[in-house]
């Protein structure tokens, strides 16, 4: 995956494997289409990765645990972030795929490149919380374009461990692609619950 990776630890796999799991299922169901996981490689990683040879979205998340605010994000490339939206806006698969190669997106897109990220928001948090209840909590926090070998920009200290995983997913008939997800450690053994 990359040189200076660091071995996963035992629950990084199992949160990585939801987390997956969730956003294909909620987003097969919204978006009318199949999107199927293949392949998941996990690691844990200092630096934040960036996507390669083409323009990649940024959905950008911020990852509540133990009531501190942390980020991540899931990088999907440009084309099949569009056909995500295109599909959330009920287009036909030929329109997508035509779709799927613009690079000036006008407003209806971008808005709909929103909510594609509030929904996998939704599905992550859910993912996330069934693993780590009551200490997490996770919300989009919009999305950002990447020309390749561009990092996303969130906020983290310098060494601060993450989460990084690569999935191959496809999206309906289109071609397989990567998904890069970024998530902040999160130690399995954290500060005991309060019930309310």
């Known amino acids: 995956m990359h040189d200076t990776l660091e071995q996963p630890q035992a629950t990084d796999r199992k949160l990585v494997a939801q987390c997956f799991a969730k956003l294909a299922e909620d987003l097969s169901l919204l978006l009318d ?41 899931l990088l999907v490339p440009l084309g099949d972030s569009i056909a995500m939206a295109c599909y959330l806006m009920m287009m036909a698969d030929d329109v997508v795929a035509a779709r799927r190669k613009d690079r000036d997106l006008e407003r209806a897109t ?3 490149l929103l909510e594609v990220g509030n929904l996998m928001g939704g599905s992550l948090d859910c993912a996330i919380r069934e693993l780590f209840p009551r200490r997490t909590a996770t919300r989009s926090e919009g999305c950002q374009g990447l020309k390749p070998g561009v990092a996303p920009a969130f906020p983290r200290a310098a060494d601060e461990e993450h989460v990084l995983a690569r999935a191959t997913l496809t999206l309906h008939e289109f ?22």
């Open 33 to 73: 289409r199949p999107l199927t996981c293949g392949e998941v490689e996990v690691a844990r990683a200092r630096q934040r990765i960036a996507g390669e040879k083409v323009v990649h979205v940024a959905f950008r998340l911020g990852v509540t645990v133990d009531g501190t605010l942390r980020h991540g994000a």
């Open 110 to 112: 971008k808005d709909a």
């Open 175 to 196: 071609p397989a692609f990567d998904a890069w997800l970024m998530l902040p450690s999160i130690a399995e053994n954290g500060p005991a619950s309060v019930s309310s």
